[in-house]
């Protein structure tokens, strides 16, 4: 059974940082990009951070120089770690796999992240 199970959302004050953690389960982690993804709602949901099977980021540039993604290929967990948060990063992540060959993708429940002005 295929599971990403998000945490590390909150609430937290503008300049603040959190650290969202999306655990892996019932795939083959390794073989998967990762990628962080945020929705407003009434908006689409936007690419924030996506990373690669070895490990090479890209970020959306909203949150360039702000946001790192890592993966850790042992614990099967992809992190997103936010510093100086503002305002505009209010919205639920979710946290996606995509298989780096075939046309396969998987989706987390979200977090929600709030942060206060």
């Known amino acids: 059974q295929v599971q990403l199970v998000e945490s590390g959302g909150g609430l937290v004050q503008s300049g603040g940082s959190l650290r969202l953690s999306c655990a892996a389960s019932g795939f083959t982690f390794s073989s998967y990009v990762m990628g962080w993804y945020r929705q407003v709602p009434g908006n689409q949901r936007e690419l924030v951070a996506i990373?690669?099977?070895?490990?090479?980021?890209n970020y959306a540039h909203s949150v360039k120089g702000r946001f790192t993604i890592l993966r850790d290929n042992v614990e099967n967990t992809v992190y997103l770690q936010m510093n100086s948060l503002k305002p505009d990063d209010t919205a639920v992540y979710y946290c996606?796999?995509?298989?780096?060959?075939?046309?396969?993708?998987?989706w987390g429940q979200g977090t929600q992240v709030t942060v206060s002005s």
């Open positions: 996606r796999a995509d298989h780096w060959r075939a046309s396969l993708y998987y």
């Open positions: 990373i690669s099977r070895d490990g090479s980021p």
